[in-house]
T-cell receptor, first 116, second 112 residues
């Protein structure tokens, strides 16, 4: 399924680098999400965008900066990351429920990030 | 706080039936999702329960008891390709949208 596409699939960067993760959805959804998935920990919600506006930020460090230029694209800008930020970063999209909460989120395959 | 518990690992034999349990304690509840995630791949949607009872979808069924804060995913006629992590997630209202709180996932290994 190519509904949600993430690039790159793998990224290795030093702590002083600046890089960006990209997510694109082709499902016509109007809500997009960034999650962090670390070993032996549950998926952690980082950011939520609904109708291109950030509606939730789960106390994520400022070294992670999201951008949602339109309803189909989502970016995660990274700078001066720490080794503990090494994880799988997943993007998801859904149809903003507007009261209907049974709409599943559709996930991309993720970007495997390694911080040296 | 939010708490979702599921077993870390389970093993089963090809052709058998396995039940993966999930218990939850959350401040809000608007339904429970089950996702399947193969290693290195995206989580994929399996089922959604909002009312008590059993939802059946082919070889997979999911059950919910809201009064007990309990759900299970039942997999029948197990196949090798069912080896994956199974994620339980509770959806909660937050303004005009929903957020998902996930459990740590249950790694299921199906052996011949």
């Amino acid at each position: 399924e190519t509904g949600v596409t993430q690039t790159p699939r793998h990224l290795v960067m030093g702590m002083t680098n600046k890089k960006s993760l990209k997510c694109e959805q082709h499902l016509g959804h109007n809500a997009m999400y960034w999650y962090k998935q670390s070993a032996k920990k549950p998926l952690e919600l980082m950011f939520v965008y609904s109708l291109e506006e950030r509606v939730e930020n789960n106390s994520v460090p400022s070294r992670f900066s999201p951008e949602c230029p339109n309803s189909s694209h989502l970016f995660l800008h990274l700078h001066t990351l720490q080794p503990e930020d090494s994880a799988l970063y997943l993007c998801a999209s859904s149809q903003d429920p507007g009261g209907q909460y049974n709409q599943p989120q559709h996930f991309g395959d993720g970007t495997r990030l390694s911080i040296l | 706080g939010q708490n979702i518990d599921q077993p870390t690992e389970m093993t089963a034999t090809e052709g058998a039936i396995v039940q993966i349990n999930c218990t939850y304690q959350t401040s809000g509840f608007n339904g429970l999702f089950w996702y399947q995630q193969h290693a290195g791949e995206a989580p994929t949607f399996l089922s959604y329960n909002v009312l008590d009872g059993l939802e059946e979808k082919g070889r997979f069924s999911s059950f919910l008891s809201r009064s007990k804060g309990y759900s299970y995913l039942l997999l029948k006629e197990l196949q090798m390709k069912d080896s994956a992590s199974y994620l339980c997630a509770v959806t909660q209202p937050s303004g005009g949208y929903s957020t998902l709180t996930f459990g740590k996932g249950t790694m299921l290994l199906v052996s011949p």
